[in-house]
């Protein structure tokens, strides 16, 4: 309730900033994703209601702005979201969705709205300059940028699923195939792929771009370093983008002492004409496990998808894709030396229009690790999803 | 064995987009695929832009570039593009299609483009505008569109019309806050409708719709630029004129009314001083009391008296009797 209140003055506030005219320009936008889940994990089965993307890439409401500075050529702006389910909401969020028990018990009351990003920058020719709760120069360069915008159905992390429960021969374990995503950079937040994708307090400069590339370096506390590079355009009828970047974290966390993460990606799509697209994605981290002891210290993660995205309706354009990701021993600490997730899958999206997307997804997860020769294959989990993203 | 085999698919995948991305092995097909920068006729960022594109092949359609058309002239044409939400309303109740910004931008730049446009060539545009959101505020959007010159007219299709921008999405995907993000934008086509443009545009002198069999085209505007320009100036002028109309008959009516008022104020004084003179004469002989009760009928009559105050006065002029 309290938050809702807060939400609802910040609006009331928001709505009113051109009429007190503190910022030439206020835009309030956002979305919420929305899904129906259904799993199977060998053993059992359910159908949950869940938000999709789980925290960081989730619904949200954000609130931005910019005015000119007089007689500068410069632009200050700000930038506020904030993501009506967070990390408290465990059992109704995708990757934290821990076992069939919780999720059976997943009705309580939600009550979270947290904050995801506050900042403010300054722009002019020589860049843009942003401090604050942001988003760090790697932080979903590799992910959201399938040139198709298909972000909700499949992305490189996978977040289908992976919070459920794995069983052996239907004999519960202690182990969700997110224990086999572990990324040591985020102190072994399990999402696999994207391992600096979480906002952070920090500063981040970005290069005046120039041909289509940006260039963009941050610090970020504590000790994080990260510099980034993105090239995206359209190439006659081609729409391309590839990027890269490279963290790397001496604060330490979760039992490592530092990480170094390496993430690159290329994708085209010939939007003009045949609509064929494919996109891949690289990601490579190195962390040094705290005082030497057994962990994951070096991990791989590829992920390919590709597709159609053209308009055959006249409500919008309808995108088919099949994806394939492998993300290599990232065990964590689970006591395991090897381990492989294979996932691969396919989706159709809807599209009406900019405001709405319809979409439906499977999604086949296959995790095996081993330690000291031996070799545990989990059963496979099954995943069938329908979810909404509405914009705003 | 699966890995590599994996692997190895994955690999021959990133070198495909590696080479696809960077290299070519003929610039035709360079050109077929990649552009040339001086496709845009005008570009300020990702998603706002004019430039030629090649007409879709399998129309074997030319248009008859290039053609000169006079910048101004072509932005009143264009001012005429009104609409409305429903069919039959009044002129007063319209929209216009585009805003001042958007036609400077457009007539100056489809004016330019249209001088070196080739034959196989249309102009394909993406601008910025407002729109409403979420009821009470306005917010970005982009409106596209593809323009050719054939059979003496202008053709304008439309693309999307209005899409909304959207910050969160663009700040999301572009971290750098540059709103670096391309949108699948549909440009519009002859072949069939984006249905984006779903309002009736009014047709008038010069402003017409594409009819395509027995459908009408609501997204196609085929405009005689120099006959729409010449709608758009009688409109004004008519607007202004009915306009001066209107200012003059205030004018006129209140000019009436002040001399009434004049007047009124004038016979009023007079009656009041017959009176006191008739007053201070005792007031009393015959002809004093006619011209009394005259005088009385007559402020009665103008409705300068009620008619309370008239039968009060009467009875006083009658008792002097």
Redesign the interface.
Known sequence: MKNSKVLKSAVVAA?MLPMAQAFAEV?????LNEEMMFFDNGNSSDVAIVSGNGAT?GS???F?GSSEIPNTGMTA?F?I?MEPQGFGSAAQAQPLLNNQTALQNANEFQTNITLLSRNV?L?GSFG?V?MGL????T??IGV??D???GLWDAIAIPYHGAGINLRTGGATTAFSTASFLSCGNLGGLGIGADCNGIYRNGIRY?LP?FG?L?V?VGYANDDIYDISAEW?G???????N?GMGYTINQGGAGGWDEAEVFQMQ???HD?GATGLY???Y?QNEEADVAGGGAGQDDSDV?V?K?GI?K?WL??G?TAISGF?G?YNDQFGFTGFTDS?V?RFGFSVVQ?F???LQLYGAYENLDTEASVGGVTTNFDEVDVFTLGTVV?? | MKMIVYRLLFNVTTFLIFLLCTSVSSPVVAKELFGDDDDYIWKSGTNRFVKFVTIEKELATRNDHPVKLDRQTLAEALKILEYSEEKNVLRDDLTAVFSIAQINNLSRNIANGLKRAKPDQDIIFSIEGLSKRLLILTGKSFTTGRVFYKDGKLNLILGEYEYARNEALESAIDTSGNANVQYNLDYGSRKKSANSFKDYLIETAGIELKRVGSKVRRDWFVIDVDVAAETYLAVKEGKNNKEAQQDRALQLEAAKLAKERREMRLEMARMRKEMEAISQSGGSSANSIEERMATLDELKEKGLVSDDEYDAKRQEILKDI
């Open positions: 709505a835009n309030i936008s956002g979305w890439l949200r409401l954000t931005s702006g930038e979201i920058s722009a843009k942003t942001l988003s760090t120069p932080d979903n959201l940028s040139p198709t915008l970005d771009a289509g940006q963009a995206k359209n190439l006659g009828r081609l729409t391309t590839v290329a994708g085209v939007a494919i996109w891949g690289y590829y390919v590709g995205k308009q006249s409500v354009e394939y492998s492989e294979e599209h229009g900019g405001g914009f705003f």
